[in-house]
């Protein structure tokens, strides 16, 4: 049965809260969200199958979700069949995402689909890799190649052998690699 670990769920839900509270941290979002009006940081919603997770580490602290994992965060929503979660040892501060199996990403009318997808929050790069990657832009053009590395600060894209595909009703070109994509 799958249990949320924010809001509407006991098991899970309880278990991480608990854990994090212990540790002393909140709750945040995954992915770098600014404050709201109200000063406080959105949360992530994270539903899995199955969690562990260790805090008891002075360095390596980590959580892992297991079966069909489904994040909701304020910046984008994913579902994948595996995620590890690595928090820095001196504020269980979220620095590193790791998903795998079937990755879907979708963000502001943007996809993104890969066998292993990697976040490192410092540097706001997303790599996407194996099952050769794919990313569809809002206007229904695709990129696809060997891995895929998105930098989300700069809104900068790299692809290893790309292949593009035009959609033809959005006047093409005017997608993923346009300026005005940027």
Known sequence: MKKSLHG??????????????????????????????????????????????????????????EGNVHVLDPQMEMNCRKMLVFFASEKNEVIRVEAFGSVHIVQQGKEAFSEKAVYTRESGIIVLTEGRPKMKDDKGNWIEGRSIIYDTTNRMMKVEKPTIIFNSSSGGGGGLMSPSAK
């Open 8 to 65: 509407w769920g006991w098991g899970l839900n309880l278990v991480f809260a608990a854990l994090l509270f212990a540790a002393g941290t909140e709750v945040e979002n995954l992915f770098s969200t600014p404050p709201g009006p109200s000063g406080k940081k959105p949360v992530s919603v994270i539903e899995a199958d199955y969690g562990s997770f260790d805090y008891g580490a002075k360095s390596n602290r980590h959580a892992i979700f």
